[in-house]
């Protein structure tokens, strides 16, 4: 993957945004198992009703590991210093999450060219699920 | 309400040995198609020793080893009104399969807001490798949805 050059990023660039695939109970359950989280509630109808939800729901950790896989998806993971997120509401099933970023800064961080990201993450019908940014160095 | 005792309690250190194809089945969970997280020969093109640990995985760790559930249940927060509030990565060095990292937290913060409604738990951690390199520090706010 090439990286993308310091000179030809701007303030104000949207990054080619990632559109994912409704979320399912499938990728719940997959999801759960490869990154640990094992809490019932994102993968037991009956678990999340006895806590007083109607169904499952998606793990935070799920949208920021999609975030992340935008984010290694325009510049390689080596280049990444620090990535950010609040999650701002809960991704239910049926949501289909579409990460975006946008240029906001460039600045030299410990001796490197820098850029910072702005992120959302939200579903079809624009609710913002995470916001957070990331700084990647382009040198 | 959380007591403030907490605020510089420290979790058992958690270790967690990672291996190919925990990260192969962590990128097919989130359907990372990039084949340097999946295929040895494109990570180390790509100048990596072995397949990259992706920029979320070490959240795991603590989850692996139950450190998490341990310190939600010291905490006496009920799972049903735990919400993840935040989280950041800050990277230092990277981490392949085959590296054994250890996962070392401590609580920094607790606070509340809106009259106590809402209860906040700030963790801070550090992810070092079998030779003592920093990989990433990590911060995770924890929020108790009254």
Redesign the interface.
């Known amino acids: 993957m090439n990286l993308p050059a310091f000179n030809t990023v701007h303030v104000g660039d949207e990054l080619p945004p990632l559109q994912l695939s409704p979320v399912d109970r499938t990728t719940l359950a997959l999801f759960g198992g490869a990154s640990g989280d094992h809490n019932a509630i994102h993968l037991d109808i009956d678990a999340a009703r006895r806590a007083g939800l109607p169904d499952v729901f998606a793990q935070g950790m799920l949208g920021m590991a999609w975030l992340g896989r935008f984010l290694t998806g325009w510049a390689p993971q080596r280049q990444l210093r620090q990535f950010d997120v609040r999650f701002q509401g809960i991704t239910h099933l049926g949501n289909a999450l579409r990460c975006n970023g946008r240029v906001v800064d460039k600045f030299d961080h410990d001796g490197e060219q820098c850029v910072r990201i702005e992120l959302r993450c939200e579903n079809q019908f624009g609710q913002i699920k995470i916001v957070g940014e990331a700084i990647v160095a382009l040198s | 309400m959380i007591d403030k005792k907490w605020i510089g309690h420290e979790l058992t250190p958690s270790v967690m040995t990672i291996d190919r194809s925990?990260l192969q089945?962590?990128a097919?969970?989130?359907?990372?198609t990039?084949p340097?997280y999946t295929d040895v020969a494109a990570a180390q093109a790509?100048?990596?020793a072995d397949l990259?640990v992706?920029?979320?995985?070490l959240?795991?760790?603590e989850?692996?080893s139950g450190a998490s559930d341990r310190l939600v249940a010291d905490l006496g927060i009920p799972?049903?009104n735990l919400?993840?509030?935040?989280?950041?990565?800050?990277?230092r060095h990277?981490a392949c399969a085959g590296d054994t990292v250890t996962v070392r937290s401590r609580i920094t913060d607790v606070y509340d807001k809106k009259g106590g409604a809402l209860e906040f738990v700030v963790k801070s951690s550090n992810a070092t490798n079998q030779s003592g390199v920093l990989l990433a520090e990590m911060k995770t706010v924890l929020v108790y949805r009254h």
């Open positions: 925990r089945f962590f097919r969970a989130i359907g990372e990039d340097v790509a100048g990596y990259p992706p920029p979320t995985f959240f795991g760790a989850l692996d799972f049903a919400l993840h509030g935040e989280q950041r990565f800050t990277y990277p």
